[in-house]
């Protein structure tokens, strides 16, 4: 069974930068579309950025765009998002997540249209 787990999430201030990692064992990563989602407290949770198997296609939710860069490596099973220019409202747990897809290029945006989760990391934006 596949296994996601994050890390990179810390207290980062105003304006700062951060980048989150999650490595997947267990199963075939080049066989697997994936995504970052985040949640506050309180809220629902959200997408963020998601990117197809092959790391071609890619997309990022509006609130975050032109601040956050999704993207993957197949040789070392991991997935990255660096994000910069970081506000409070940035604040959540980040997960990443998994789904096996069939088509290479297809990107899912919808927490429902995932299989596995993470645990996920805290990124905290204050000062």
């Known amino acids: 069974q596949v296994q996601l787990v994050e890390s990179g999430g810390g207290l980062v201030q105003p304006g700062g930068s951060r980048r989150l990692s999650c490595v997947v064992s267990?199963?075939?990563?080049?066989?697997?579309?994936m995504g970052w989602f985040r949640q506050a407290p309180g809220k629902e949770r959200e997408f963020v950025a998601c990117?197809?198997?092959?790391?071609?296609?890619?997309s990022n939710a509006d609130a975050v765009k032109g601040r956050c860069t999704i993207s993957r490596d197949n040789a070392k099973n991991t997935l990255r998002l660096q994000m910069h220019t970081l506000n409070p409202e940035d604040t959540a747990v980040y997960h990443c997540?998994?789904?096996?897809?069939?088509?290479?290029?297809?990107?899912?945006?919808?927490?429902?249209?995932?299989?596995?989760w993470g645990q996920g990391t805290q990124v905290t934006v204050s000062s």
């Open positions: 997540a998994a789904r096996n897809s069939g088509d290479f290029h297809s990107i899912f945006r919808q927490v429902n249209e995932y299989d596995t």
């Open positions: 267990g199963g075939t990563f080049s066989d697997y579309a």
């Open positions: 990117i197809s198997r092959s790391g071609i296609v890619s």
